[in-house]
């Protein structure tokens, strides 16, 4: 026995070499007498096995951060579908609003008959079998007004037929909404304009006739996914361009290297050429959330129909990613990774804080820039939403019947929607007339900025709500050390 001691497998000391031989040919994972290794057949080496683990834990982790981010998305899904809906419904004064009808002393017609001419579609296809909300008769059929918007006839304003309490109609004899606000005409699909904040949209989803509580999660398996890749592909990215220009690593924070320009730059284009890349899965969320769920005006089944449903009326791969939505897009992820990544820099190097040393004057530093980048970032946010929401094209096979009204004259891009929401939803409102008597009449008191912050007391809120959790936070860990 002694003579084997020596002979015997370092990691396993009671494996004597010599014994049952006659089976070293055979040798499934490559081990043997032939196979050019010390070990036997049935021995896996310690760097494989360790990869082995560590591809186990690494696909353990991946599942339980796909499935947390999943439930992350869902818990958060009612307020944004609910901040969309806000940022995207068209509520204009009464005396200023846009509806289909132009006229010639609009200075806006002329967009509107530049968009007739290049966008609007034929009228020969319309549904017959669709629900009219109007109603039908037997001697006439009244017309939905959100069909083939907009429409080529045209209406004068100062005409008796747009007193109050008459019905708008046009050459034809169609019915033709002249308010949002007028609860007669407004289709069965759509709820009223939100005005009270996030919980009124909640509550008056859960209340719509065909939509209910599964509307408040319209669009978050597309967010799911859009989060996901968008985890994945840009640290990928910055990686790739950090090697590519010999930067450093990139899990080093910013704060802490001595010249931020070069690492900053690769972070931003990474953050752009990713965002790019998915705005489709954006642009697919917002349609999503912002449509009806009636089943008679439901335009898209879900992403995937969706995507099949874009490629095929606007235009293919080109009209996916170069369209009326690349400049908002290109804006939008190149300010909010350079905001959000400035924060810590500008409260350390210019207003020379330390979260070490003053956790609260840094938290509260950290408010006021979350707030400005807030103040920034949403008015660009709301116009990107409502340009995702214009259709152009020109075979549509079935129209977008929004769950809330959206302006039925387009944008022509984003200074031209910046202008007109000014113009149009801005400003602050007074009543006017007899309380007693019924209707007050809303009037502007000029241009204002409402419109562009739809959902800003939500945001602004839950911004302070983290500081003061944060804060709190510290004073805990501050008396502990006491």
């Known amino acids: 026995m002694a003579n084997h001691t020596h002979d015997a497998f370092p990691a396993r000391p009671y494996y004597t070499p010599g014994i049952n031989m006659n089976n070293s040919s055979y040798n499934p994972l490559g081990g043997g007498a032939n196979s050019g290794h010390d070990y036997p057949a049935y021995y896996m080496p310690p760097d494989d096995y360790d990869d082995l683990i560590d591809s186990r834990a690494a696909a353990r982790e991946l599942i339980n951060f796909s499935v947390l981010k999943f439930l992350t ?20 004064h009464e005396d200023v609003q846009v509806m ?8 806006y017609s002329d967009d509107q008959d530049d968009y007739e001419k290049e966008y609007a579609g034929s009228d020969d296809d319309e549904d017959d ?7 039908e008769h037997d001697h006439e059929r009244r017309r939905r007004p959100s069909e083939d918007i907009p429409v080529s006839a045209t209406l004068e304003l100062d005409d008796p037929m747009f007193r109050p309490k008459q019905v708008a109609v046009d050459a034809s004899g169609y019915v033709v909404r002249t308010s949002i606000y007028d609860d007669a005409t407004r289709p069965s699909y759509q709820i009223k304009p939100i005005d009270k904040g996030v919980w009124q949209g909640i509550g008056r989803l859960m209340k719509q006739q ?25 640290p990928t990215v910055e990686g790739s361009l950090n090697d590519s220009f010999g930067l450093y690593d990139d899990t080093i924070p910013l704060v802490h290297l001595d010249h931020v320009g070069p690492n900053l730059a690769t972070l931003v284009t990474s953050h752009l050429l990713v965002g790019v890349l998915l705005s489709p899965l954006e642009l697919i969320r917002t349609r999503l959330m912002v449509q009806s769920a009636s089943p008679l005006h439901r335009k898209y089944k879900g992403p995937l129909h969706a995507l099949r449903t874009i490629l095929d009326e606007e235009g293919g791969l080109k009209g996916l990613f170069l369209n009326h939505n690349l400049w908002p897009t290109v804006l939008y992820h190149t300010l909010t990774p350079l905001l ?14 330390s979260a070490s040393d003053s956790p609260f004057l840094y938290g509260l530093a950290e408010l006021g820039l979350n707030t400005l980048e807030l103040m920034i970032m949403l008015p660009l946010e709301t116009i990107r939403k409502r340009l995702q929401c214009q259709i152009r094209t020109r075979t549509p096979k079935k129209r977008f019947d929004s769950v809330v009204a959206l302006r039925p004259v387009p944008y022509t891009g984003m200074v031209d929607a910046a202008y007109h929401i000014i113009k149009e939803e801005g400003g602050q409102r007074r009543g006017t007339g007899d309380r007693k008597g019924g209707k007050r009449r809303m009037l502007s008191s000029g241009w204002g900025w409402r419109g562009l912050y739809q959902g800003f007391s939500m945001q602004c809120t839950s911004n302070i709500v983290l500081f003061v959790l944060h804060a709190v936070n510290g004073i805990e860990d501050d008396y502990e050390e006491f």
């Not at 958060?76 to 509520?91: A, D, G, H, I, R």
């Open 340 to 353: 959000q990544n400035s924060t810590p820099l500008v409260i350390d190097r210019v207003l020379r804080i």
């Open 100 to 107: 289909t009808s132009a006229t010639p002393d609009d200075p």
């Open 129 to 135: 079998d669709e629900d009219d909300f109007y109603g």
């Open 73 to 92: 998305t869902a818990v958060s899904s009612p307020f944004e579908v609910s901040k969309t809906l806000m940022q995207v419904q068209y509520t204009p």
């Open 210 to 234: 065909h939509e209910g509580w599964r509307s408040l999660f319209k669009g978050q398996y597309t967010n799911w996914l859009y989060e996901i890749c968008h985890l994945f592909l840009q």
